[in-house]
């Protein structure tokens, strides 16, 4: 108990000094190797905010990954809040190593990936250690490296940020191929959501935008909240936002966060679980239809590592 007490200790000041070992570990993803020769489809990223705090986007990110994967992707979730992850424990899983302990050199990232079912996994960053909040992902060349060897054999890489628009956050959600923005019919919400969404066309005007309403009564109240968030980017922004699916208010997503279990595996048939999986089908669905990127087209890491400074 005494070496592990000092192991984490190490560990968390090597996080602390924000620098990684010059002798840590390279990691070999098992999806790495191109087979028969085939190049693998480039994996489709999905950066997942909020704006505030509170409205969701961690259920929607571990739930819409679980539903994902029941379609057959390969799918992995990034929990990018770090300092105050809460990706596994959602998912009922306590995880003795996460993102903190790569970063010190002490583990490699396939000794802390969690497999939540068949094709999903999750990749946990650490709750409750301050040196981690600090942490950019962008400037840790060494992480992003092998995350990259990570990606490969994935079909969907889905991104939980962080609350807010700190630089940190704003990269991650400029260098996703795609972002989406939860809301609540809350005037706070709705104006976090669009300052949210200001911020990134600021960076990449371009960039698809798609917004779920959560915690609604009908779909009148989703209908109302997507379009005063379109109407005001359209107004000031010159753009518009997709309006990708709505969660009715419903008592068993509480249940389910108590129980530490998806919602969609704690109550499936639930008129949330039911949203959420539309949603997870709509995203699928977006994939299946739309033509193969290019050989060219970077990864989600490639995008992080040489996006000029927020």
Known sequence: MKNSTNDQASTL?????????????????????????????????????????????????????LELGSLGNNVSLLDADFGLANADLLCGIS???????????????DEILVRVSPNVSILPSGSGIPE????????NSKILTQLKKMEHGLDFLLIDCAAGVGD????????????????TPEPTSIVDAYATIKVISRHAAEK?????????????????????????????LSRDVHFLGMIPSDTQVTNAVRDQTPLVRYAPETPASRAIRLIAKQIHTQTRSASDPSDSAKSFWDQLSTSEPI
């Open 208 to 236: 698809p935008i798609s917004i779920v309403v959560n915690s609604v009564i009908g779909v009148g109240d989703a209908e109302k909240v997507y379009k005063q968030i379109n109407q005001a980017v359209n107004r000031f």
């Open 95 to 109: 995880s003795k190593y996460h993102l903190g302990h790569v970063i010190a050199g002490a583990k490699q990232l």
């Open 13 to 65: 000041r090597l996080i602390a000094s924000n620098k990684t070992p010059i002798d840590a570990p390279e990691v070999t993803s098992p999806h790495s190797d191109e087979v028969g020769g085939v190049k693998p489809v480039k994996t489709r990223s999905l950066a997942i905010s909020g704006g505030k705090g509170g409205v969701g986007k961690s259920n929607l990110a571990v739930n819409v990954a």
């Open 132 to 139: 981690l909040s600090k942490f950019s992902l962008s400037e």
């Open 168 to 183: 940190s956050v704003t990269g991650v959600l400029v260098a996703a191929d795609e972002v989406v923005i939860v809301a």
